[in-house]
């Protein structure tokens, strides 16, 4: 068979001009992919050094070193990587090796990051990690291992991290992660194995601030299991016990008064201890959904006054104290869906004053206070309510008045009609509503041959009355439909040129006008002009005018002002044409659905006409009778109408598209400027902002308000760019206004300190890192690790924090390829000594929108700007710190 190795390798390139020997010290990386292909039977092994299967490559470049699909551990021997003393990273996995030898990684000094992942392991000890004292990062993830022994980690002294997730563990010894030894240790995953017990103190680490437990089989945990665990801000237990335990230790959490963040969903806890949670005034989101419980203390939450989500789904609540939730006062979201909730005091929310999104579907709740008020008249920050399958009869005062809520899900909720269609009065809100109203006819034995479809009139009949008499006769009817809120007035054969012979009261009193859409049925009314009834039509939400069979030639009176009008009936009439006036009008109701023109005399020889040609034409599908509209001579008006004799000059549609065409090209153009100059519009707005409304200025994109950061920015510049930093850098962020914090290694990092940690905490402990590019930068080992430990950060964050500073111009082939990508990716921002330079960079750094008084907008020009050193020099933590001699050639 065919054995195929593919080794990924990423090579830091030494500087030609470098003479330290520092293991994060290089200019550029490089990724290299080789497969070793060799065929082989199945009782053959691979046998050969790893340094010769690298012939090409420098083995002290080597900077990280992965192997896929090793097929057996032969390939390894003791000492197989001596060749490459200065690895950093190591990673091994989707093989089948099964054990190691325990000198395999001698040599391997400066190893930081070992990854052993899906190899079928079944073992490992403590000889095997005695060669890398400086590991920081474990990973032993998708493994066999069943057991660990108390000293497997003793020589791991700077470890951080360490993963042991989907493997078949079953314990943990005491003292495996013992304080004295582990004191670093901040992350433990061991989700995923089949854990029985959790023993007293097995987490002795006061560092620790993460571990997930979930997915596991534990059947016992100790009350001391989390003792002292000062530094622990996450926890998860999903589906971490078995239904043998139904509660937790009440002092289980009583050391942990960091912790933020605990996950208990998906057990079988049918009790929580009063003053379990008591300690834990940090904790912002606690999910204890899918479990049993069915009762929970008036004091349960007690002391939790930074709690911002609860989850409390899919458990068997059925009943909640008024006061359960009394000090949540920071709850932004609550769940209570899928439980068996039927009565809630209307005092339960009172104080959520900040809760924003609350689910309660699947209960049968119908969150009624009192009168029209609901239990949650006190949550006016409320945007998202979730009450599908309850028993909801109403739409409350309190929701309607609350301008924030954006979505309000009620479905299969037993709502009346009367209720759904209130829901316009609330603009902007999206619902869902299912409607259980019905209507139930009875035959009783009557035999049925069809059925035919008929339009119900739900409407009430208020008034049926009859206008005075006059020799020809009338009739009007006047119908209002409370539900809809629609009047109908239809009057037949009436002379309305009488106006005192109008129904005075046809019309509601001007109160209720806006409430009501009114349709007209003036038909066969002897109408020869519309100015009668145009002064009843003021004020009112006309949506049906029916004026058919009457006398009118011109629409010169109807008025323009009827925006919801949907429906007019102009047929058999007296029309033989109509002017651009009256068009124009037609083309004004912008609503209009159906309108009728047929059975009228039109003029097909005058130019008069063309207007209304051209409505035709254009309203084909809003014109049913259309193909009736006929000339008076017969014949059909679309067809015979010539309009290009009515042509004169330049045509209207060629000036049109000429405008058109002009107006596009002007506003693409528009849209082009400011795509490229979207940036430097940004600037101008934020530097002037104290001339622009509020809503108008720029966003800060990161403002994390829950991330407390030492600096504004870190700087990082090679030694010989020092003057620029002096003279103008610090001094214009520093001392003008608005002022940045820096951070500045020759000033801020303490003496001591390893060179790698110092970055690493600079960049932790700040919003932005500027890179002040350069050729000098380019050569710096130093540059270039505190480039890739800034861009690695913002990986990580997945949020861009880096900063360029072009300080001159640079070829693009001398740069990294990480360095390359991120220049092609995002802006940088090129030195010039102008003031757009300074606002520009003011502007991308972590800046606030306040409109800052006409005094605080400082400027310094270079002939101002002094020559001081980093700083203070008064200040003891600004004197210049000694570079190691490793890194004081950059």
Known sequence: MKYILIINIFLLLESSNQSGNSPYAFKSSEHISISFEENL???????????????????????????????????????????????????????????????????????????????????????????????????LNDNEL?????????????????????????????????????????????????????????????????????????????????????ELESLNMTATFTAEVDRLPKALFSNSSNLKYLQMDKNHFQFLEVGIFHNLRQLKVLDLSFNKLKDLDDDIFKNNIHLETLHLSNNKLKNLSKNIFKDLQELTKLDLSNNQLTNLDPEIFLGLTHLSILNISYNTVNLAAVGNYSVLKNCSNLIEIHATNNNISKIFIDWRRNGKLW?????????????IKMSPKFPGVEFHFTSHDSINVRFDNKSIGSLTRHAIDTGILDKNQKCQETESGCSCIYVMDHDLKKITLECRRFNIDELDKWPKDFIPSASNKSNFTIELLLSNCNLSSTFPISKYLEDVTVTKLVLSSNKLT???????????????????????????????????????????????????????????????????????????????????????????????????????????????????????????????????????REFFPRWVFPQEEDNDSSTTYKYDAFVCYAKEDEKFIKTRLRPMLEDTEPKFKLCIHQRDWCPGHLIHDQIYKSVAD??????????????????????????????????????????????????SNQLKAYITKYTYIPWQDNDWFWNKLRYVLPHKNKVPAKNERTRISSNEMPEDPIGDSNNEQSQMIPLPQSLRND
């Open 41 to 139: 039977d199945h009782s053959e092994n691979i046998k050969v050094k790893l340094d010769k299967l690298l012939p090409k490559y420098n083995p002290d470049e080597i900077y990280s070193l992965e192997l896929l699909n090793v097929l057996n551990g032969e390939i390894f021997t003791n000492g197989s990587f001596n060749a490459f003393q200065g690895l950093f990273q190591l990673e091994i996995r989707d093989s089948r090796i099964n054990y190691f030898p325990e000198s395999i990684l001698e040599g391997l000094k400066e190893l930081k990051v070992l990854i052993f992942s899906n190899i079928s392991l079944k073992s490992v000890t403590a000889n095997l990690f005695k060669f890398t004292p400086e590991l920081i990062y474990l990973g």
């Open 146 to 230: 069943e057991e660990l022994l108390a000293d497997t980690f003793e020589h791991l002294t700077e470890i951080r991290q360490i993963d042991l997730t989907s493997n078949k563990l079953k314990t943990l010894p005491k003292g495996i992660f013992h304080r004295s030894r582990q004191e670093k240790v901040a992350r433990v995953f061991l989700a995923d194995n089949n854990l029985t017990k959790l023993e007293e103190d097995v987490f002795q680490t006061e560092n620790l601030e993460l571990l997930t437990l979930s997915g596991n089989h534990v059947r016992h945990i100790d009350n001391n299991t989390f003792k002292n665990l000062y």
């Open 407 to 419: 979505k309000l899900n009620l479905k299969n909720n037993p709502l009346p009609s009367s209720e």
């Open 554 to 688: 011109s629409l010169s009176d109807l008025p323009s002002n009827l925006p919801a009008l949907e429906v007019l009936e102009l047929h058999d009439n007296k029309f033989s044409s109509l002017n651009e006036h009256d068009v124009d009008k037609l083309w004004g109701f912008k609503k209009l659905q159906n309108i009728t023109f047929h059975q009228n005399p039109w003029n097909c020889t005058t130019c008069d006409l063309k207007y209304f040609y051209e409505f035709l034409k254009s309203h084909k599908e809003k014109i049913p009778d259309s193909e009736k509209v006929l000339c008076h001579d017969g014949k059909l008006l679309v067809k015979s109408y010539d309009i290009k004799n009515c042509s004169t000059g330049i045509s209207e549609e060629i000036v049109h598209a000429v405008l058109a065409i002009v107006g596009c090209a002007v506003g693409i153009s528009i849209i082009l400027w400011i795509y490229h100059r979207f940036m430097d519009i940004k600037v101008y707005i934020y530097n002037h």
């Open 766 to 815: 700040s919003r932005r890192t500027i890179i002040v590019l350069s050729h000098n930068f380019l050569n710096s080992n130093l540059c270039n690790l505190e480039f890739q430990v800034a861009y690695d950060q913002s990986i990580r964050d997945k949020v861009n924090r880096l900063l360029v500073i072009m300080l001159e111009d640079i070829a693009i082939h001398r740069l």
